[in-house]
């Protein structure tokens, strides 16, 4: 079992940047793939970014990738997602996120955090 807390949200213009931090309970941390989804207000829930077990590979949506880096401390227990450049576009509930193999569907993680705000004002 995995529990997740995220961190690091809130309000910033846009152009700023946030980092978004996710730790998690369990000895078994290290042996899962993390990643971030995001849902903005009225849409649904997308991928924004996933990290392999190891921190060796990470993928982006396309709508991202260039301005976020998602990365990760196994002695910490803890992903991360920076985030800079950010739009207005980029609003929304972001959700950590932990699962057996990266992927860009939803389906392929098990455990879920609460989620925590971001908001880009123009």
């Known amino acids: 079992q995995v529990q997740l807390v995220e961190s690091g949200g809130g309000l910033v213009q846009a152009g700023g940047s946030l980092r978004l931090s996710c730790a998690a309970s369990g000895r078994t941390f290290s042996s899962y793939a993390m990643g971030w989804f995001r849902q903005a207000p009225g849409k649904e829930r997308e991928f924004v970014a996933t990290?392999?077990?190891?921190?060796?590979?990470?993928y982006y949506a396309a709508s991202v990738k260039g301005r976020f880096t998602i990365s990760r401390d196994n002695a910490k227990n803890t992903v991360y997602l920076q985030m800079n450049s950010l739009k207005p576009e980029d609003t929304g509930v972001y959700y950590c996120?932990?699962?057996?193999?990266?992927?860009?569907?939803?389906?392929?993680?098990?455990?879920w955090g609460q989620g925590t705000q971001v908001t880009v004002s123009s």
């Open positions: 996120v932990a699962g057996s193999g990266p992927a860009y569907d939803e389906r392929g993680y098990d455990y």
């Open positions: 990290i392999t077990w190891s921190g060796g590979n990470a």
